[in-house]
């Protein structure tokens, strides 16, 4: 007899982490969307958007907005010290309860779920994984800033942020 096999996936909860600019939310707002409408039954969304500053009231308004109309999605702001470029360094410091995330960037639009890409994404031997630089194949060993996915439990355990603050400076 044949039997046949088929993959059952548990609910999950994927945390993403995005910068946010506040004078832009629209290329965020786009992107998010794109994540919540593409997402299958059981996949749930943490956001984390990152600025230097407090999001103002009518920003707060707009994501609680947001978040009413997809109770998929949860929506927290994080403070960062540091210079955009430098935010996945610090993410791990300000989500301590997250074991590893995607980051990316609000120039992303998601064509599918990202559930399937975020359980089989592997970085348990890595502290940061993503797509190559120039491609595949052109020996660089340089990743795309736009989409990571960061163990943050690995930066945290080995205070890869402590090690590199002297190299970055704040604000």
Request: glycine fraction near 6%.
């Amino acid at each position: 007899k044949v039997f046949p096999i088929a993959f059952v996936a548990e609910p999950i909860e994927i945390p993403v982490a995005m910068p946010m600019e506040q004078e832009n939310l629209f290329p965020l707002a786009v992107s998010i969307v794109s994540m919540l409408k593409t997402a299958k039954p059981g996949t749930r969304y943490a956001f984390y958007l990152m600025d230097s500053q407090k999001p103002t009231e009518k920003t707060r308004q707009a994501f609680e907005q947001l978040e009413k109309a997809y109770p998929i999605a949860s929506f927290h702001f994080l403070q960062s010290g540091y210079r955009p470029e430098y935010y996945p360094l610090e993410l791990s410091e300000l989500i301590p309860q997250v074991r590893k995330c995607i980051y990316c960037t609000p120039r992303i639009l998601a064509m599918q779920d990202l559930a399937e890409f975020f359980r089989t994404c592997s970085v348990d031997d890595y502290y940061v994984c993503g797509l190559p630089l120039n491609g595949y194949g052109k020996g660089e060993k340089a990743i795309e800033s736009e989409v990571l996915t960061l163990h943050c439990e690995r930066l945290r355990k080995y205070r890869i942020l402590e090690q590199c603050q002297e190299g970055i400076g704040k604000g």
